[in-house]
């Protein structure tokens, strides 16, 4: 997984490890985002089917911060961003 500087400095100030941000892109559903770009996010449907993809030590750690976590991926599947969702987020 590359990251620009910019996604190192926001998941370094929002407090999102790398492994939370592998967990997501590798289990979440892509929605597209503006340009070409895609954002990854777990819904609260697929929590139960990831507990047993995942690893027990990774999944008790990350379960309540799994469906918040969205990192934006640009076309080359390189991070832009990193970022807590608070809100719904609305498909284009």
């Not at 929605?31 to 027990?56: D, H, Q, W």
């Not at 640009?74 to 608070?86: F, L, N, P």
């Amino acid at each position: 997984m590359r990251q620009t500087k910019h996604a190192v400095e926001q998941q370094q100030r929002r407090g999102i490890p790398d492994a939370l941000l592998a967990m997501v892109m590798d289990h979440g559903v892509a929605i597209k985002a503006t340009g070409r770009a895609a954002m990854y996010r777990v819904s609260k449907k697929e929590l139960p089917f990831l507990k047993n993809e995942c690893p027990a030590p990774l999944w008790r750690r990350y379960r309540d911060s799994l469906n918040r976590t969205v990192p934006v991926v640009a076309e080359g599947d390189t991070v832009i961003t990193a970022m807590h969702r608070w809100k719904r987020i609305r498909k284009l």
